[in-house]
């Protein structure tokens, strides 16, 4: 058991609360590099799990002896114009989530789309796609997606083809036309499409009858309902973080889970990076730990449940300060005996009001998506008072402005249902039986239901409720539209013919309005020319196409006036000082996840994969506690707990988070599926168990008793693992090395050399022969003031390089496989620390230690400076990794793609080595892409332009903290962010020379508010 | 110490005598080490051997088309066909639709052409068999080297005298550095890389010179160049 308080003198910064005790668990990762031989002890059934993880077929490799196998070239009969056979193409794309398009930019590689990444053009991309973006192209080769329409009748499951299906649909929807559609409901997922928008309109006209219900488990419909309290009618918000320079975020994670995270996290970044010696101050108020309060310069962990009375005291202290005149104070705050419990929240909302009453139209203040609508409706009457509206919050029209919210139609359906007033209903995608909130009851009520029909991905929990099954195409085989979070229309365009035959919400819904069945290329293209109507429609629609998007479609901007606020009480329901010291453990708080999302992509090997950005835990969900919560429950990480909400009960492992407000249990929604295929059935547990439609952000008055189980539940992290050491445990606490350097913006002013002397060592001399180097350096810099940690890189890398799934087994035996990870530093007591992210992956250092001690030469340097793999010479010692001291080397223990079926090698990056067992590998600074570059400049007889190279994680980071370039090229980007004076490189004492150099945190604190006292002296010691 | 006596009982292993068995360790050595060393010679000869580089190969194709006639006799410029060959990794086999632009006027009739006519009719691809096939860990760039005037025909060989193409060069490892390493022997006027027969006027190891360092061509040893 960890401390529960006070620092361990000797850590600065630690990587968890094991790592802060020293427990012997993290010393022996620190010891023994590569842990375990739990594999070996693996009973056969769980071999079979992790065979089955591996997405093995188990089909036998044909014979191939030692001949070379006879190979066929397959020229086209008829080639198309432009293509040229193993060129990699780029096709402009979309991903609809939640109702919000984001520009995509595909790459295909004759024919088979491998890699996503993001729009440039795109106003909500920048270039930059988010993890899960970029993983869903592994849901699009899943070999565990439906094939056929499936009927469930009486008991009984018949596979059918498209045939009989469509001579079904064909009479039940001409029926119901002749019928006005009566008994017929349509229940959608958040559409933004216009294309699903004119045909619901059409189904209202054709059929007045028919019902329309749209259903989204996780969303930001909470905020837009604040609009409508706050404005009388539905607007979408738009926050300028690039304008904004106080931000107040309350229980927001901007810059992960909203739509537009990828615009607001660039927004922020560029207000991060101090050159002209200005930054923004983020304050962050909220039960979790999140992205966004990882960032922030004040943090403060308080419930969800009382972040309305915060938000409360905040407009009490406006208005005493004369900013809110719109109300009087008039109540028993005045008087509130001042509470030494009360202090730190007291001490924090003065401080706030004061910079925001400060930076008075330059300020900004949202509510997050788990808040009521009464928050967000607080939000914008203090964004009005602040004068922001129309500055760093701008307003435009809601795509749907009449439609209700998502809990309120889940429940109208059921209700209707009941009633026995739909006998046919279609469900456009979306799992509602798996994921509608428990007391709407809807599994029980499907079955009232005479014909339902689920089209879908996979055959899941809501398809065998249904009588009807219909496979769904993937977006990276559909033609459809949908609409940016600012309204940009945005084309999404198919990458390759549906691999499991499949159609699109557009053809189902085609399908109930005529029996044509318009094709959705048809029904795509009559929207462009209605939307945008051009002369020459074929050159606008391929120049739509090629851009993936339609200027000039945005929405209106808005100016909407705030209606008075009503006379409410200014009381605090709950006084939220009090709270925070408040340990009984009572408030749910269900989160959106970061992998699997809603629960949709839990198939997917990658996301599953991907450590969680704050808790590094892979393959599963956990009851999220503070050490505070925990140490009162009596539990520890992987003990289990049962809570219980209003009669609903779930049992889940405790995982123990540094900086959760004390009494909030935080669950992540999605895990616990039971029908989404072999990679993630049974990962994790279902709290929509739990989740109401009252209460879908967070409950209060929970109950949690601890489990009497023997031994703990097995949590794969990757928080412990590839611990950075210069020397050992011992001289560590001596001569460490600071690995992150940070400093408030204050004190870089003040001295803008502080880091240049950090790392104290004697005159460095190196005992080798230095390498010559070429026309060209390659190099790295990565800005630790602007990343965020969202690991989207992580997942970049897996898709460019080939980088194998291992399973939790093998996760929790330390042995994933990514190339790059964001190690995630906490520092400060263990109840509120602060957070540093630190991406690390190869350094590609000039005397790089892994060299030097290969016994066949297998990792060599290359007059470019990369630090080279040479899989057919490396026969896996693993003396490079050992010798490694940023441990970024990875390696094979098994041939992680045994078995894999064809449709899954579609996916590999031909320009990159599919690595097998035994050998070693790691980041190679996207070589693949240096050399495409290269050789395309040497063709055409020009220099490299800067920016030219873009490594995978450089391209997709939404903050642009990776920077890639050549040093030899002293007016490259990469050159001059190396000689910043914020730029170090770790462990610069062992004289290793690495190629990556990172820049310094700034933060830029509030001097009236306590911030890092501790450790002030950056080395100085 | 005291572990051994001089009568040797005390001890079950004397350290300083060498066990029973190394007697016949000792006899069995040089049959063992002789081999080990055939072996070992007989390893890197069938390595090295054309039979393992596959020089020769000259599989069966499915339409008996004649480089030797249209490359050679007619003369058409390689590029007619393999027109990616400047501009991409690979120098692509063309569409059944290059032939046809000319078998639609000429021998439209041919029985040879009966797989042509069948593909440019159905749609469907000619199934060609690979002959220059590298490992799937090496990559080559054609683009990279017919562009820096290396000549079809120092890979390929005189595909202008192939009725049916075989694979001419080792294309090892070894073969690829032996250019590398010294490329002058290989490069000649970009005008040139198509034509097979050209020879130069001068001396080749004088024009490779001059035109290496026009070019800067520096061709890199380096094991990043050709694997990832």
């Given amino acids: 058991m960890p401390p529960m308080s006070g620092d361990n003198p000797n850590k600065t910064y630690w990587r968890s609360l094991d790592d802060l005790a020293e427990t012997p668990e993290a010393r022996a990762l620190i010891e023994q590099e590569f842990p375990g031989g739990a594999w070996d002890r693996l009973d056969r059934a769980s071999r079979r799990q992790f065979l089955k993880v591996m997405g093995a077929s188990l089909a036998l490799a044909g014979m191939a002896g030692c001949r070379w196998p006879k190979e066929q070239i397959v020229p086209y009969a008829y080639r198309p114009e432009g293509r040229t056979p193993g060129q990699p193409q780029r096709y402009a794309t979309a991903m609809d989530l939640d109702g919000v398009a984001t520009g995509l930019l595909v790459t295909s590689y004759d024919g088979r789309p491998i890699k996503i990444e993001g729009n440039p053009n795109h106003p909500f991309s920048l270039g930059a796609a988010g993890p899960i973006h970029q993983a869903s192209i592994l849901d699009l080769y899943d070999p565990d997606r439906s094939r056929t329409v499936v009927r469930r009748e009486a008991g009984q499951e018949i596979k059918q083809g498209w045939d009989p299906f469509d001579a079904f649909a064909n009479e039940l929807f001409s029926e119901l036309r002749k019928q006005n559609g009566k008994g017929l409901a349509v229940l959608s997922e958040a559409i933004s499409s216009p294309s699903l928008v004119e045909m619901r309109q059409r189904l209202a006209k054709t059929m007045p009858e028919a019902k329309w219900y749209e259903y989204e488990p996780v969303s930001w419909d909470n905020e837009r309902e604040g609009t409508k309290l706050a404005f009388g009618a539905a607007y979408r918000p738009h926050y300028r973080f690039d304008k904004a320079e106080i931000i107040l975020c309350l229980d927001a994670d901007p810059f992960m889970t909203h739509p537009a995270a990828l615009r607001y996290a660039r927004d922020f970044a560029n207000g991060r990076r101090a050159h002209s010696g200005k930054m923004n101050r983020l304050y962050a108020v909220e039960s979790v730990f999140s992205v966004t309060g990882a960032m922030a310069d004040h943090r403060l962990r308080l419930r969800s449940d009382h972040v309305q009375a915060l938000a409360i005291d905040l407009e009490i202290d406006l208005t005493r300060r004369g900013a809110m005149g719109l109300r009087s104070v008039q109540n028993a705050r005045k008087e509130a005996a001042p509470n030494d419990a009360r202090k730190p929240v007291s001490n924090f909302v003065n401080a706030l009001a004061e910079d925001l009453v400060r930076t008075n139209g330059k300020s900004l203040v949202l509510a997050g998506q788990r808040q009521p609508a009464s928050v967000h409706e607080r939000v914008h009457q203090i964004n009005a008072a602040l004068k922001n509206i129309g500055r760093t919050v701008t307003y435009s029209t809601d795509g749907q402005a009449d439609r209700p919210s998502h809990m309120s139609m889940i429940t109208a359906l059921a209700e209707d249902i009941r009633r026995g007033a739909i006998t046919t209903l279609v469900i456009l995608g979306g799992n509602p039986v798996f994921d509608a909130p428990a007391d709407v009851g809807l599994a029980d009520a499907l079955k009232q239901v005479k014909t339902s029909i689920h089209l879908s991905l996979y055959d899941d929990e809501t398809s065998v409720a249904c009588s009807w099954h219909v496979p769904r195409a993937h977006y990276l085989e559909s033609w459809s539209d949908a609409r940016a979070y600012d309204g940009t229309l945005t084309i999404v365009q198919p990458l390759i013919q549906p691999l499991y035959g499949g159609r699109t919400p557009v053809e189902m819904l085609s399908t109930v309005l005529d029996a044509r069945r318009e094709k959705a290329y048809d029904v795509v293209r009559r929207t462009l020319a209605r939307i945008k109507p051009s002369k020459d429609p074929e050159r606008a629609w391929r120049q739509t196409l090629h851009e993936g998007l339609v200027e000039g479609t945005r929405w209106p901007t808005q100016n909407p006036r705030v209606h008075p606020p009503k006379q409410k009480t200014l009381v605090p329901s709950t006084q939220p000082g009090e709270s925070a010291r408040h340990n009984s453990p009572e408030e749910i708080v269900f989160t959106q996840d970061h992998s699997v999302y809603d629960g949709r992509f839990a198939n997917n090997g990658w996301l599953q994969e991907w450590p969680d950005p704050m808790t590094k835990l892979t393959w599963d969900n956990t009851a999220t506690l503070s050490p505070a919560t925990a140490q009162a429950l009596g539990v520890a990480t992987g003990d289990k707990i049962n809570l219980t909400l209003s009669g609903r009960s779930l049992a889940m492992p405790v995982y123990v988070m540094p900086g959760l407000a004390d009494g909030s249990v935080a669950v992540a929604l999605g895990y616990g599926r039971t029908r989404c295929g072999r990679v993630g059935d049974g990962v994790g547990f279902d709290a929509y168990q739990l989740r109401t439609t009252k209460t879908p952000g967070f409950a209060i008055g929970a109950k949690i008793e601890r489990l009497a189980q023997p031994g703990k539940y097995p949590l794969a992290s990757t928080q412990d693992q590839h611990p950075i050491t210069p020397v050992g445990q011992e001289s560590k606490r001596r001569r460490l090395g600071k690995l992150i350097l940070e400093a408030d913006l204050s004190e870089y002013k003040a001295n803008p050399d502080l880091f240049q002397h950090a790392a104290h060592h004697p005159p460095l001399e190196s005992l080798w022969t230095e390498h010559k180097y070429g026309p060209h350096r390659w190099a790295m810099a990565i800005d630790l003031s602007a990343c965020i940690g969202c690991g989207a890189c992580a997942l970049a890398c897996q898709a460019e390089n080939n980088v194998p799934v291992v399973g939790k087994q093998q996760v929790a035996n330390g042995r994933v496989m990514h190339w790059i990870r964001v190690d995630r530093y906490f520092a400060g007591d263990t109840d509120s620390p602060r957070v540093v992210h630190q991406p690390v992956t190869c350094m590609h250092c000039e005397n790089a230690p892994c060299e030097q001690v290969c016994p066949v030469a297998a990792t060599v340097h290359d007059h470019e400076g990369l630090n080279v793999m040479v899989y057919n010479r490396c026969v896996g010692t693993r003396y490079c990794s050992n010798n490694c001291p940023f441990k970024v080397r990875r390696f094979n223990f098994f041939n992680y793609r045994t078995g894999m079926t064809d449709t899954q090698k579609m996916l590999m990056n031909p320009e990159v080595t599919v690595r097998s067992r035994g050998v070693m590998e790691k980041c190679s600074f996207c070589v693949q892409r240096i050399l495409a570059v290269k050789v395309q400049a040497r063709n055409d007889r020009r220099p490299i332009r800067d920016g030219e190279i873009v490594p995978a994680c450089a391209q997709t980071c939404p903050t642009q903290a990776i920077v890639f370039g050549d040093l030899a090229d002293e007016k490259s980007q990469v050159a001059k962010l190396q000689k910043d004076k914020r730029a170090y490189r770790m462990l610069a004492e062992l004289n290793i020379k690495p190629r990556t150099a990172y820049l310094a945190r700034l933060r830029n604190p509030n001097p009236e508010l306590p911030g890092r006292d501790a450790e002030k002296n950056h080395g100085h010691s | ?228």
């Fill in chain 2, 1 to 228: 110490m005291g572990c051994f006596s001089a009568d040797g009982i005390a001890a079950p292993v004397n350290p300083f005598v060498f066990p029973k068995w190394s007697n016949l360790a000792v006899k069995a050595a040089p049959p063992l080490l002789g081999a080990a060393a055939t072996y070992a010679v007989a390893v890197f000869a069938l390595a090295a051997s054309p039979q393992t580089t596959d020089v020769g190969y000259q599989p069966d194709q499915p339409v008996p088309y004649s480089h030797r006639l249209h490359a050679g006799e007619l003369g058409i410029d390689c590029r007619y066909c393999h027109n990616t060959v400047e501009i991409a990794t690979h120098a692509a086999l063309p569409p059944t639709q290059t032939c046809m632009n000319c078998h639609k006027h000429i021998r439209a009739s041919s029985e040879k052409l009966l797989v042509v006519r069948e593909s440019y009719g159905t749609g469907m691809p000619i199934e060609w068999v690979r002959i220059h096939d590298l490992p799937g860990y090496a990559y080559f760039n054609h683009s990279a080297h017919v562009r820096r005037g290396v000549g079809c025909v120092s890979c390929h060989g005189r595909i202008d005298k192939m009725d049916v193409v075989y694979q001419a060069e080792k294309l090892s490892m070894g073969w690829c550095l032996d250019c590398h390493r010294n490329p002058d022997p290989r490069l000649r006027p970009l005008e040139y890389v198509t034509k097979l027969a050209w020879i130069p006027e001068e001396d080749q190891l004088v024009l490779g010179k001059r035109l290496r360092e026009e070019w800067r061509i520096n061709p890199s040893e380096d094991c990043s160049t050709c694997h990832r």
